[in-house]
């Protein structure tokens, strides 16, 4: 039995990976040593299925058409679904098995004579469970595929219809189920809801089912549908007006929706994942009033990037990042909070990958875990922020424009994406590509010296800045803010910079009053620590932190904190257990947690946020502040008089990573409060004239790509 590559299913932790990128990978591998004639690009299957849920079976018959006459042809299918010829002359033989999460069976047909069709019966069962994904946490679960009384999810990864080596495939599909369940899929709904059809290319065929109420709104042309396990009018009328809001805006962006419909669709797990036409959210993801403005929006527009332009993921994923960029990122930007959004990229970048950990943007395949979603996400999207500052939005909207007009339903890697920028901007941008797609590392900028000298010509500004990563320099454009004297005088600069030191002299107009290098956060780069707030997720992006546990707490408390660091080291091994009473002071080197108000050095870490305007009084809260002694050093406070509410903490404070402090009600527990440290003056702005009393110039965030 041979070892294939481990093909899971998409990820959770709404990171809206597809499924067919690992697939079309596993099946290009073990078919391009194979002779067989089915190499031509396209495949239709008309299937006709069968679902016994109670059973997990599943009966189907699939006939192939074929782009050009064969008399060979190779397949994989899942292991137990034991194929056999329907109508068919020839004969099948089973070549090997192969083992992985899904147990996959490679076939070899040889057909009596050449022919563009034919046709194959099988049933089996398929009903692999779910499995966690990460930490321990209800919303980190997957499976490659299941067939229950629950629900039905199959995909790629499931092997549930014969795969080759095809690059794309369409399909016509009726599905039989239960009475009282509805189907889903990609594409158009067949009449009296009998199936699917989807006649444009596609990666691969998804079969979703459940005992569904369905509700539907004609959005902008495009049929808008949400599928409920309940029948909740109210919650689908909100997702049915959401999603005719942002198909409206990408369409606007970008280009036409590329598909007939978009549905909500409620799974019967905790997910978050972007299929063709339709995304699969869990039913408590679903309630959360956040999520419609922050992943649905994420989710429809991965029907342009990912699954209307099809990932070549051997290249690296550009799609994730894209998609963070014009969702995620666009809506912050259009609530004037893009720079804050960026920086908060940033610092994931700073808390989670160290130089041991990076990997070059080509090398990202999907996310899977803080590392790869920092570098693939958080990377990518300042990739295109940084190219979108290159060449201007408008022409930068038109190379988003012309990446989607000529790849939509082929695939694209980064070289499509630079060709189509560099025709757009009729010019090459070889070395901004090559520079962040294949360098690992980021610039890390220090402001060396600033000089003013006013002149009678022009007053003249000398500043140095040095690139201080221990890697060779990089080829930056490093924004640069001017704030003078007066109501409203401020200046913008671009410092070009490509040695490891350098000096500019700037002619201003303006009597500076401060300085401040790219303090909206334009740049990719390495964070200095004065930049950054104190937050969570230094604490659990760090490779080695100390959890400091209380000794003179209740045996119930002790045991509740225990349970609490034990869960949290499953995901992170660096992170050691101590008991307050056997240490003599707090460890110097690495960040600290302190747990329990009981904690010898409780009152230490308060005394430390004297100054901060939170309630420390009552409630569950989990509190982080740089160390005053040590400002490398941050420390994180976690204080409870519930032994539930902090049960809930082990899955749940993980997900506020980019917040200085989360306040906590009742025992589930609910958020209250949460926030950011505000950042003043840093290493990165110089005061010039500390005398200045006048008003002087505001920062504000750039203008939305679209409003």
């Given amino acids: 039995m041979l070892s294939i590559p481990e093909t899971p299913g998409v990820k959770n932790s709404y990171t809206k990976q597809r499924t067919r990128g690992v697939v079309w990978l596993l099946l290009s591998l073990i078919f391009s040593s194979l002779v067989h004639a089915s ?7 008309t299937l006709h299925v069968e679902i016994i849920p109670d059973s997990g079976q599943l009966i189907a018959t699939d006939t192939l058409q074929l782009s050009k006459a064969t008399q060979t042809f190779q397949f994989l299918l899942h292991a137990n679904l034991a194929p056999e010829l329907n109508n068919t002359e020839g004969t099948l033989t089973l070549i090997r098995s192969l083992r992985g999460r899904v147990p996959v069976k490679q076939y070899h047909l040889q057909l009596k004579a050449p022919t563009t069709h034919f046709s194959l019966r099988y049933r089996g069962e398929i009903a692999h469970a779910l499995s ?7 919303l980190r679960q997957s499976t490659p595929g299941k067939i229950s009384s629950q629900g039905v999810f199959l995909g790629a990864s499931s092997f549930w219809y014969p795969q080759s080596d095809a690059e794309l495939i369409s399909f016509t599909m009726q599905v039989k189920l239960p009475k009282g369940w509805l189907s889903v899929s990609q594409g158009r709904q067949l009449p009296d809801h009998s199936g699917w059809e989807e006649l444009q290319p596609q990666e691969e065929i998804y079969l979703i089912a459940a005992p569904y109420n369905r509700f539907q709104l004609d959005a902008t042309g495009t049929l808008a549908e949400v599928y409920l396990r309940d029948n909740n009018l109210n919650l689908a009328d909100h997702y049915l007006q959401a999603t005719e809001n942002y198909l409206a805006l990408y369409e606007k962006l970008i280009g036409p929706y590329p598909y007939s419909k978009f549905s909500l669709v409620e799974n019967f797990w905790e997910s978050g994942y972007g299929m063709p036409s339709f995304t699969l959210l869990g039913p408590r993801v679903i309630q959360l009033p956040f999520i419609i403005n922050t992943s649905y929006p994420h989710e429809i527009l991965h029907n342009w990037w990912g699954n209307g332009v099809y990932t070549d993921v051997s290249s690296g994923n550009w799609s994730e990042g894209l998609t963070t960029y014009l969702a995620d990122h666009l809506i912050k930007e259009q609530q004037g909070q893009g720079s804050n959004y960026r920086r908060n990229s940033l610092q994931n970048y700073a808390s989670y990958v160290t130089e041991q950990d990076d990997f070059p943007l ?18 990518t999207l300042m990739l295109f922020h940084m ?6 939005d408008e022409l930068f909207v038109a190379g988003i424009r012309s990446l989607y007009k000529n790849y939509k339903f082929r695939r694209a890697g980064f070289n499509q994406i630079q060709e189509r920028f ?13 520079q962040w797609l294949k360098r690992t590392g980021a610039p890390a900028l220090k402001l060396i010296d600033v000089t003013y000298r006013p002149s009678t010509n022009g007053n003249k500004l000398a500043v140095s800045i040095e690139q201080t990563q221990p890697e060779a320099p990089f080829s930056l454009k490093i924004p640069l803010f001017i704030s003078g004297e007066g109501n409203n005088a401020t200046e913008w600069h671009t410092l070009d910079m490509t040695k490891r030191k350098q000096t500019w002299v700037i002619n201003t107009s303006l009597t500076p009053v401060s300085l401040a290098v790219d303090p909206l956060f334009d ?19 760090a490779k080695k932190v100390f959890a400091i546990l209380p000794d003179a707490a209740t045996d119930s408390m002790k045991q509740a904190y225990q349970s609490l660091i034990t869960e949290w080291q ?5 992170l050691t257990l101590l008991w307050d009473n056997e240490i003599n002071a707090l460890p110097k080197a690495e960040h600290i947690w302190i747990i329990g108000k009981g904690n010898r050095y409780a009152n230490q870490v308060r005394q430390y946020l004297k100054d901060r305007t939170i309630d420390l009084t009552t409630g569950t809260k989990a509190i982080t502040v740089q160390n005053p002694n040590q400002q490398s050093q941050t420390i994180g406070y976690i204080e409870s008089d519930s032994i539930e509410a902090i049960k809930g903490l ?4 993980p997900h506020y990573g980019k917040y200085s402090y989360v306040l906590f009600n009742g025992e589930q527990p609910q958020v209250e409060q949460r926030g950011e440290w505000r950042i003043g003056n840093n290493a990165m702005s110089w005061i010039i004239n500390s005398n200045y009393s006048g008003i002087t110039g505001q920062l504000t965030d750039h203008r939305a790509l679209i409003d």
């Avoid at 190219?387 to 201007?392: D, M």
């Avoid at 740049?523 to 992006?541: A, K, M, N, V």
Wanted: charged share 25%; hydrophobic share 30%.
């Fill in 523 to 541: 740049l990719f780069r390495r964070l200095d620590d004065s930049e950054i707030p104190s937050s969570l997720s230094q604490l659990f992006g």
């Fill in 387 to 392: 190219l979108r500052k290159e060449l201007g």
């Fill in 570 to 574: 499953q995901r992170q091994p660096g």
């Fill in 422 to 434: 560099e025709a757009v901007a009729s010019r090459s941008l070889e070395l901004f590509f090559n």
């Fill in 650 to 653: 082990t899955r749940k404070l």
């Fill in 362 to 379: 080509i090398e990202f395949r999907g996310n899977q875990g803080q590392i790869s979603q920092s570098i693939g996400y958080g990377k």
């Fill in 132 to 138: 966690n994904e990460g930490e321990a946490s209800s």
């Fill in 39 to 45: 190499t031509d690009s396209q495949i239709h299957h």
